[in-house]
């Protein structure tokens, strides 16, 4: 655990004199509570600060967003609970006020989740003279259990009063590393029904805190194995001790977790790429990165096979798994409050994951079946790419050999550098479009022209034609085949 600078505390919130100046005119008993302090102590940048007041949270949150210009959002009228946000130097700034939910600052803390967020200041003693341990609050123990990296409710209420709780236990062990407390953990499988009361978007946002720590899989497993993870994504339940047949060492949802746990590995070895580290950073929607969505996608990426599971001449199949897990993971998606944009990125991660693996079938995989990968997969090519490297890592059944890996790695290295290399290409010009099959050839518009486009850019790419001259041949011959 880091060292506390002795003004650490002052210096870490921001418009400090302003919230003092205002909690001083209104009255207003205030008090940094949970996480800015946590953070504070295991060396962990702030953005999200909570304070807790004696009373007029709300009217304090609203002539705060006024001085510092910033946006004012009523989270819970009845209980007296406002956000405040500021975007500063590309981040988001969140300052949540509410009013205490007991007598005291003492019964209040008594309300909250786990011993490691109990920990509070007296906003009005903080100050560049005022060490953080002179004038640290801590009424449970909070300090011994961050030191002992240890996860503890504060009481067996927890839950029951607020069941977001129940995930975000396990959200706090991939971001920091913790272990769950033995009582705490029993607890948590006994209310663990409870998380189905939850709004989806308050879920989606703490298991994506998951999705984004190096420690997913670690921590799936353990939400796994308390029976929690399923009442999230309760379609996870079809994959339970499904056999894969000679290709698997692992049953279907244990080879689910090991491509996690195999991604995971790689995201490691590409960290000193910079053009594979900037496209897994790339935010996609709400923050969330395109790496923490392709370990959503390996989650999920076999989910179609239960219901394409046959016995065939003796041998295990799953034929057109791919479509039918697209299929399921739409409504899991849907559930999730996901865009639109995420949507289809999960959606054709999980629809051509085997895509690679069909063109490692071949020595040297012809121009136009690379050509045909890149097209389909678009800007997702590298998402399937590492996917299915992890997918084939974790796939270590008598029927494997160490020569088909590697070749599947060599097969998939090349095709990672060839994305790269087309993507600092001048996009090609096309050499005809719907108007001149209208206008040059007089063919009336139809499906068709999606065929006869598609053709004459692939043969554009792959170098066969290159004059409109040319396209318009081709054009034509496609035409009057199509009429036949």
Do not use: W
């Not at 702030?46 to 807790?52: E, I, L, R």
Request: a positive charge; aromatic letters at 8%.
């Amino acid at each position: 655990m880091s060292l506390v600078k002795e003004n650490s505390l002052f210096l870490t919130i921001p418009y400090a004199r302003i919230l003092q100046a205002l909690a001083q005119r209104s009255k207003t008993k205030i008090y940094l509570v949970g996480g800015a302090i946590r953070n504070l102590f295991v060396g962990q940048e702030n953005a999200d600060f909570d304070f807790a007041t004696s009373r007029g949270a709300l009217s304090l949150a609203r002539a705060f967003a006024r001085k510092i210009r910033g946006a004012y959002v009523l989270l819970d009228a009845e209980h007296g609970c406002a956000r405040v946000a500021r975007k500063e130097s590309g981040r988001l700034l969140t300052f949540d006020f509410a009013d205490f939910r007991a007598a005291d600052l003492r019964g209040d803390l008594a309300h909250r989740d786990f011993t490691i967020n109990t920990l509070a200041a007296d906003l009005y003693k903080v100050s560049e003279e005022k060490s953080v341990q002179s004038i640290l609050i801590d009424a449970h123990q909070g300090i011994k259990d961050l030191k002992a990296r240890k996860i503890r409710m504060v009481s067996a209420k927890a839950f029951a009063e607020d069941p977001l709780r129940l995930l975000r236990a396990f959200s706090l062990k991939a971001v920091f590393g913790f272990t769950i407390e033995l009582r705490t953990a029993q607890r948590i499988k006994k209310d663990k029904d409870l998380i189905s009361s939850v709004a989806r978007e308050r879920v989606r946002d703490e298991l994506f805190k998951i999705f984004s720590s190096p420690r997913t899989f670690s921590t799936l497993k353990a939400m796994h194995t308390i029976g929690l993870l399923e009442k999230i994504i309760p379609q996870m339940s079809l994959m339970y001790h499904l056999p894969q047949g000679g290709y698997h060492h692992l049953s279907l949802l244990e080879h689910s977790f090991e491509t996690i746990h195999q991604l995971e590995k790689i995201f490691d070895e590409v960290k000193s790429d910079k053009d594979i580290k900037a496209y897994l950073e790339e935010p996609i929607a709400s923050g969330r990165s395109r790496q923490a969505l392709m370990k959503f996608a390996a989650l999920l990426h076999d989910i179609g096979k239960p219901q394409t599971h046959r016995q065939e001449k003796g041998k295990t199949t799953f034929h057109g798994h791919e479509h039918v897990g697209r299929g399921i993971i739409r409504p899991i998606i849907k559930m999730l409050k996901m865009s639109t944009a995420e949507k289809n990125m999960i959606e054709d991660m999980v629809l051509y994951h085997l895509r690679p693996g069909y063109l490692s079938n071949f020595k040297e995989p012809s121009a136009r079946a690379i050509f045909r990968y890149f097209r389909d997969t678009k800007k997702e090519a590298v998402s399937v790419l590492l996917l299915s490297l992890a997918d084939q890592r974790s796939t270590l059944g008598p029927l494997t050999t160490k020569a088909a890996l590697a070749h599947h790695e060599k097969i998939v290295r090349k095709l990672l550098a060839q994305y790269f290399c087309k993507a600092q290409e001048k996009k090609q010009q096309r050499l005809i479009t719907g108007h001149d099959l209208i206008k040059k050839l007089k063919l009336p518009p139809s499906p068709v022209f999606k065929k006869i486009l598609g053709a004459v850019e692939e043969q554009q790419a792959l170098g066969k034609i290159a004059t409109l001259k040319e396209a318009l041949a081709l054009a034509k011959r496609i035409a009057e085949r199509d009429k036949n």
